[in-house]
């Protein structure tokens, strides 16, 4: 089977951090571009972060650059994505995905989602 488990979403209050997780099993994430997406109630889904198979290039949505971090350690098969100074607006299901590019597509892997919920 070759499966993306996501990891790390819960409650949290305007400010505060959280850690997704983002974890293959199957197959090696060595030679995918690692992409966060989310989506929010009643929303489009959207992308958040993307990063190269290597780790060395990394793109963020406008709306959490200087908040959020991408990484990946493919050594544990996993990519991470570090939230900061998390907004009511951040909340959403998160999900990863592994291809060939930051876009969607039809040979796309999926993890199932972890919900973030960002509230006083």
Do not use: H
């Not at 998160?94 to 993890?111: E, M, R, T, V």
Request: proline residues 3%; aromatic residues 10%; contains cysteine.
């Amino acid at each position: 089977q070759l499966q993306l488990v996501e990891s790390g979403g819960g409650l949290v209050q305007p400010g505060g951090s959280l850690r997704l997780s983002c974890a293959a099993s199957g197959f090696t994430l060595d030679y995918y571009t690692i992409g966060w997406f989310r989506q929010a109630p009643g929303k489009e889904r959207e992308g958040v972060s993307c990063i190269s198979s290597s780790g060395g290039s990394t793109n963020y949505a406008d709306s959490v650059k200087g908040r959020f971090t991408i990484s990946r350690d493919n050594a544990k098969n996993t990519v991470y994505l570090q939230m900061n100074r998390l907004k009511p607006e951040d909340t959403a299901v998160y999900y990863c995905k592994a291809d060939s590019s930051c876009l969607q597509g039809p040979y796309d892997y999926w993890g199932q989602g972890t919900q973030v919920t960002v509230s006083s």
